[in-house]
């Protein structure tokens, strides 16, 4: 059965620093990947999705980038964290190559705090 | 922007009786899915309604879809303490190839054992 992976699941970073979270799905290949943000007590917006190694889109414009060095594995990264970072980030996988996304299955999150 | 909007933003009941909520969205859509999120925790999926169908069940949960209002609803019927969690609508929009799946801000469901 197919499983994800998400860690740190809870991270408090100073302003300024580097970001590094990690997703790796097991149990599938050529997922597309998903990164979310949600802030607190609100739904999710939708950051970066791939459809296969290498290839990353973004949805909105911000202090974040990502990477698929492999092809189950998902990364957010930030070279300076801002206040405005903070939230809870979710993984997930869902279809495969690039086909019709049906359901979406999550990691656990990580909280990320920024101070 | 967000595709999808829930409606109510928090629905408080008792232990038995049935919780009710609706999602509006605003493109043409391949799927609309629901969704549950306990505190903390990522989202599980509850089921998925293609835009062909009408209605789909499963278990106690029995989701409705009206494309031409760009609207759904999903009910839980007999409500347990267990089902209080965040409820999100997802859409699949078609203009958007399919790839992204995008969420609604949520239902807050709360059921008082």
């Known amino acids: 059965s197919q499983t994800i992976h998400q860690w740190p699941a809870t991270l408090v970073q100073p302003v300024g620093s580097p970001l590094s979270l990690e997703c790796t799905v097991e149990g599938t290949s050529n997922p597309n990947l998903y990164w979310y943000r949600q802030a607190a007590g609100r739904g999710l917006q939708l950051l970066f999705y791939?459809?296969?190694?290498?290839?990353i889109s973004s949805e909105v414009p911000q202090n974040l980038s990502a990477s698929r060095p492999q092809d189950r594995q998902f990364i957010l990264s930030s070279k300076k964290l801002l206040l405005s970072d903070s939230g809870f980030y979710l993984c997930?996988?869902?279809?495969?190559?690039?086909?019709?996304?049906?359901?979406?299955?999550f990691g656990e999150g990580s909280r990320l705090t920024v101070l | 922007s967000q595709q999808g909007e829930e409606d109510p933003q928090a629905l408080s009941i008792q232990e038995g009786e049935n919780a009710t909520m609706n999602c509006s969205y605003k493109t043409s859509i391949n799927n609309l899915q629901w969704y549950r999120q306990n505190s903390g925790r990522g989202l599980v999926h509850l089921i998925l309604?293609?835009?062909?169908?009408r209605e789909k069940h499963s278990g106690r949960l029995r989701v409705t879809l009206d494309t031409s209002k760009k609207s759904s609803s999903l009910l839980i019927t007999a409500s347990r303490a267990a089902d209080t969690a965040s409820y999100f609508c997802a859409t699949t929009p078609l203009s958007r190839g399919g790839f992204k799946t995008i969420f609604g801000a949520g239902t807050r469901l709360f059921v008082k054992a």
């Open positions: 997930a996988w869902g279809g495969t190559s690039g086909s019709l996304t049906g359901e979406l299955f």
């Open positions: 309604i293609r835009s062909n169908e």
């Open positions: 791939s459809v296969g190694i290498g290839q």
